[in-house]
């Protein structure tokens, strides 16, 4: 069993940044893809970046490239989500999640098994 435990969402000004953290607790950590996904009101659960299990492959959403940067830990068992240049269209709820059986990225939701609680995200215009 993997937990994930999502922290860092708030409201900020457009034009603003946010860092998100996620801690885990898995014990092979260092070998799964991890993800960031959110999630509107009224609107599907989408992809915003990945990062493959060392850490060497990033992946992200094009409405975020060049704003927005995934890292992780593999000795703190964390990833981290940079956000910058914050948009209104940013604002949702954002979740971390665990591919737990390849250390590959991947943008459908459906590869991941593990998901956290979420964090809101609210920028303001």
């Known amino acids: 069993q993997v937990q994930l435990v999502e922290s860092g969402g708030g409201l900020v000004q457009a034009g603003g940044s946010l860092r998100l953290s996620c801690a885990t607790s898995?014990?092979?950590?260092?070998?799964?893809?991890m993800g960031w996904f959110h999630q509107a009101p009224g609107k599907e659960r989408e992809f915003v970046a990945a990062i493959n299990w060392s850490g060497a492959s990033t992946f992200y959403a094009d409405s975020v490239k060049g704003r927005f940067t995934i890292s992780r830990s593999n000795t703190r068992n964390t990833i981290n989500l940079q956000m910058n240049s914050l948009k209104p269209e940013d604002t949702a709820v954002y979740y971390c999640?665990?591919?737990?059986?390849?250390?590959?990225?991947?943008?459908?939701?459906?590869?991941?098994?593990?998901w956290g609680q979420g964090t809101q995200v609210t920028v303001s215009s």
């Open positions: 999640a665990a591919r737990t059986k390849y250390g590959s990225t991947s943008y459908f939701p459906g590869d991941y098994d593990y």
């Open positions: 898995g014990r092979t950590f260092s070998s799964y893809a």
